[in-house]
């Protein structure tokens, strides 16, 4: 029996693997949900992602706030990057520091 093609770049749950180059988001939830404020994501096609994370599929935190009626939206987005420079901003940021609307008030 033959194996199945694994596509280059992406594992078989539909989650990156590798270099793979996209944008960077960061959301902000109009208020704290559990004591977060912001998320922060990486996809090739953001507006294909915000719309599953609408759906409830996507990242916990996102489907919860969502299920609480907490309004959020994309505020930001790094175009041309990658999965790394996600990982950067998370470890060395308070993503608050990232948000314009936060910086606003």
């Not at 093609?5 to 990156?16: A, D, H, I, W």
């Not at 208020?31 to 090739?44: I, K, M, Q, V, W």
């Not at 916990?60 to 790394?84: E, F, H, M, S």
Request: glycine share 10%.
């Amino acid at each position: 029996m033959k194996k199945p093609l694994k596509r280059e770049g992406v594992s078989k749950n539909g989650r990156r693997t590798g270099h793979i180059v996209g944008s960077v988001y960061l959301i902000h939830l109009a208020r704290a949900f559990n004591g977060a404020r912001h998320y922060l994501g990486f996809s090739t096609d953001v507006p294909a992602r915000v719309e599953r994370h609408k759906a409830g599929r996507g990242a916990p935190l996102l489907k919860a706030a969502t299920v609480k009626k907490i309004p959020w939206r994309v505020v930001r987005t790094w175009r041309k990057r990658d999965g790394y420079f996600e990982a950067e901003l998370k470890a060395g940021n308070d993503l608050k520091d990232l948000c314009p609307v936060c910086k606003k008030g």
